[in-house]
Each structure stands twice: as structure tokens, then as C-alpha cells.
């Protein structure tokens, strides 16, 4: 018999938010389902129950048939439920193999065996087909093979099932194949595999079917061979949102040069030399470690540059910390929101207003209505769906704290020159995502220069107007917009 998972009138109360509804639906082995839904619609909410790490407010759920109640993530793991969360859970001061099998270690006498631990560790990973030694620190991984560490993690446990919330939001094409390969390979041992995406492509390539909840509670459900984007997109958001790039209302009249980079080094960064106008949006493509995050961290001042010229407004500047470059006008919006930027016992009005903050001072004190004002155009302009702006954004869903991200780069208080956007929709909801797109053009408008991250090259070639694409640390081709195509970006990508 195959294995089967049923969710019976699941519902979660947080104070002011009703997480989850009355939410029931049945899987079962050797399938794929997937959960989708705009930012905070629940989909994590029901993964955490699922994975013993919160209680369900009402409901139950069934494995096989049978009831379980897990008291906590110890023991959903003992019964073959292994979730991989939407936020890296990783011990970054230990190596691979053993956040692989943390809580798992192989003993022998008294201690741990070490041969056996980097011996089956380094088996997934070779599996998995990745260029990893299991010895590493995951402190020295990028984002996205620290992401991959957590799904070898998940799948060292063998479990019955499997659920990914979000896994690709930081991997790019390689470790997407990879991926997937498993998935699929998952798919005929008979497990049962949930699967958390944004992403619309990933969705008609992994999943069988497909369970929409929205504010909580159960939409719909279809198989995938019967739904279309259009659909989804209704069930989702409620409406129709239309082709979004070709209704971009976009900025075609450029200003003066605002950033020049001339053959720009660091060690992770080779002889970069790019230009970006007032009111142009450059994109930036390529597979992940390319070296994008790496060249606008050092045109920020994040990371040290050891040789090459960076003139802004026509000034070579020099600036020793991300602080001088704030004070110049240039404005990054990180892609890691946990590691880089988002401060999470913190309020979403703390959050969004935290760069403005000499700017909002009157005399002594704080101007609590600017302050107000602030945090309530974050909260509108990215839809952030919260009840205050006094809750923490360790309450919010990925989606809603990648958005207070947005929100504090982008108000009206900072006199920003360049806005540097890297993987801003990374988790973000497929209505928000192209309100997004709309606003980086009206940034463009403003006269700002823009510079676009994205791994998806769709995004990248449907909004920015130039596109650099990057591999290796080095610029290896320029577009414009009109001439972009997906394989030649990957072409270029891979060169
Ligand atoms: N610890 C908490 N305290 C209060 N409210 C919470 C808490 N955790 C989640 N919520 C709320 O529960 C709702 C559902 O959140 P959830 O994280 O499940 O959304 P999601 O569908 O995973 O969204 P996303 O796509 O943005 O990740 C949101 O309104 C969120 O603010
Ligand atoms: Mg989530």
C-alpha cells in the first residue's frame, strides 16, 4: 500500500491571526504536491505543525492512517516526517557532515565515528553531485550550497516524508537539477514529498498536484495537468494579474552616468568595469556564485576592493564602510534577510525605518508620526500583511519579511541615488512580485539608478534594461534588453 498523509480540519490560532482554517487534504507516496499560496497565506504554518515544531490550534493529522501527535521535531523525525524549512537552520561553526547528521551522529565506543560520519556524508553529497567536501565549515558555504547541506540533512534520515519550503529561493540552475533529479528519484521509492514554491516553472516541472490556501484557509486543489498559470494565479490572488512585463510601465529617458566601475578586483571579483545611468535598471545575470552578490557588496563598501576605480556622479569615491556609501546615496538591498539586514526581535515599524533614523529626529527625540508615516508606506506599498506594525518580523512569513526588507531601502526619506536590488522577489508571491517589477521602473523614473539581481532570467530579462551577465567573478557579455534571450544569457553565463 502507499504511503498517505491526510491534514483533517487543521487550524492555528496566533494572537489577532487565524494562521490556519479549517485546512484538510489528503496525499499520498510517489507523488509530489504542492502547497501554494500568496505570502502568509499558512503554507509554512502547516509544515511547522506537520514537523512537531509548533501545536495545531484544532484538527488532526494522519500517517498512514494513523493519527500522530509529534511533541516535537525529534519525534516527527523518528516517524519518517523531515522537513526542510524556509529559513537555513545550520550550525555554521560545524562542517557539513556533521549538520548533516546533527542529532544523528554515528557513535562508536564512547564517541563519535568520525570515518563512518565524513565517510556517508561525503556519499550524499557526491549523490547529489555537488563540489563539496564534507570537512568545510558551513560558515564558509555560499547561501545556496548551505541550502543544500539542509536538504542532504533531510534526506540522510530517509524519511517517508519529505517536505521543501522554498528550497530553490537560493539555488540556481546546477543545484535546481540536482535537485530535482532527487526529487524525482524520491518520487519512485514511494515517498510522500511537499513542496513550498513561488516559483509557477518549478511547480508545473516538480509537482502532480496542487493545494492553494489563501489567508489561512483551503482555496482549491487541481491536478497539475489541469492547471494553468492563469488559474493558479486567480486561485491565489484573487484576480487576474495579466502578462506582467509586457504591461510594465517602464522609464525610457536616461540621465547622466551615475555609477562607473572601472576594472574593479577582490578576490572574488575579476577586472569588472559596467556603467549605470539615471533611471536605467542593469541587470545582473548568472548562475549562483557568478559573483554578483560579490560586486555589489564591494561597490557598497562590504567588501574590500583591492584594486579599480568606482566614480560616482563623475567623484572617484573611496569608501571605507557600507555607512560611507549609504551617506553617498547608494542604497543595497541584501539577499540573505536573515543574515544581512532584517533585525527580527524587532518591530516591522523598528525594521522599515531604521536607515532614516537621524533623518527622523526632532531635537532630541524621535519623530514618532514620520516614523509612523514611514513604516505605513512600507506596509501599503509591498503589501505586508500584518494586523501592526508594532509585530516583531520573526512572526511574519518569509515572504512578508523579505518585504519590510524592500521597504526600509526604499522609502522616501533616503536620498538614494543607486538602488541595488539583490534577488529582491527570492520568496515572494507571484501578485507582489510583479507590483515589484512595476516599482522598480517608477524607481528607475525617479531619475535612480538601478541595479537588478535575479537567478531567474525571465525577471532579469523582462525588466532590466541593460543586462550584464556574469560567471566567475567576471563580466562575460552585455545586452540590452531587446537582444536577450534566455540561452544566450546562459550561454554567457556558463562560458
Ligand atoms: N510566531 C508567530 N506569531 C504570530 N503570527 C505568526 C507567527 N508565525 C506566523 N504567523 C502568522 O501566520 C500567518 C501565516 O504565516 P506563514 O509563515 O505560514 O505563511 P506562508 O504561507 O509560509 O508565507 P510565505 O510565502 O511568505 O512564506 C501570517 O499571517 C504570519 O504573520
Ligand atoms: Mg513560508
Known sequence: MAHSLEFKNIGKLYPGVKALDDISFRTEGGKVLALMGENGAGKSTLLKILAGDIKQSE????????????????????????????????????????NIYAGFLPKK?????????????????????????????????????????????????????????????????????ALFRIISELKEEGKIILYVSHRMAEIFQVADSIVVLKDGKYVTSMDVADASEEKLIRAMV??????????????????????????????????????IRRGEVVGLAGLVGAGRTELVRAI????????????????????????????????????????QGLVLFRSIRENTTMPVLSELKKGAFLDKKKEKEIAQEAIEKYDIRTDTMEKLTTQLSGGNQQKVILGRWTNSLMKTKLLILDE????????????????????????????????ETPEVIGVADTIYVMHNGRITGQLKREEATEEKILALAMD
Open 59 to 98: 484538527g488532526i493529522y494522519l500517517l498512514d492512517g494513523k493519527e500522530q501527535d509529534f511533541k516535537n521535531p525529534h519525534e516527527a523525525i523518528l516517524a519518517g516526517v523531515s522537513v526542510i524549512y524556509q529559513e537555513r537552520q545550520m550550525i555554521p561553526a560545524l562542517s557539513v557532515a556533521e
Open 238 to 275: 484573487g484576480r487576474d494579474i495579466g502578462d506582467t512585463y509586457a504591461n510594465l510601465k517602464r522609464n525610457d529617458k536616461y540621465g547622466d552616468v551615475v555609477l562607473e566601475v572601472k576594472n574593479l578586483n577582490n578576490a572574488k571579483v575579476h577586472d569588472v568595469s559596467l556603467t
Open 109 to 177: 565506543g564512547g564517541g563519535i565515528d568520525r570515518k563512518t560520519l565524513y565517510a556517508n556524508a561525503q556519499k550524499i553529497i557526491d549523490k547529489f553531485g555537488l563540489h563539496m567536501d564534507a570537512h568545510t565549515k558551513v560558515a564558509r558555504l555560499s547561501v545556496a550550497y548551505q541550502q543544500m547541506v539542509e536538504i542532504m540533512k533531510a534526506y540522510s534520515r530517509n524519511p517517508t516524508v519529505i517536505c521543501f519550503d522554498e528550497p530553490t529561493a537560493s539555488l540556481s540552475d546546477a543545484e535546481i537539477s
Open 300 to 339: 557598497f563598501a562590504a567588501d574590500k576592493v583591492t584594486s579599480g576605480e568606482i566614480i560616482l556622479d563623475g567623484q572617484p569615491v573611496h569608501f571605507k564602510s557600507p555607512h560611507d556609501a549609504i551617506k553617498a546615496g547608494i542604497a543595497l538591498c541584501p539577499e540573505d534577510r536573515k543574515e
Open 424 to 455: 529582491p522577489t527570492k520568496g515572494i508571491d507571484v501578485g507582489t512580485k510583479a507590483e515589484i517589477y512595476q516599482m522598480v521602473c517608477d524607481i528607475a523614473s525617479q531619475g535612480i539608478g538601478v541595479i537588478f539581481i535575479s537567478s
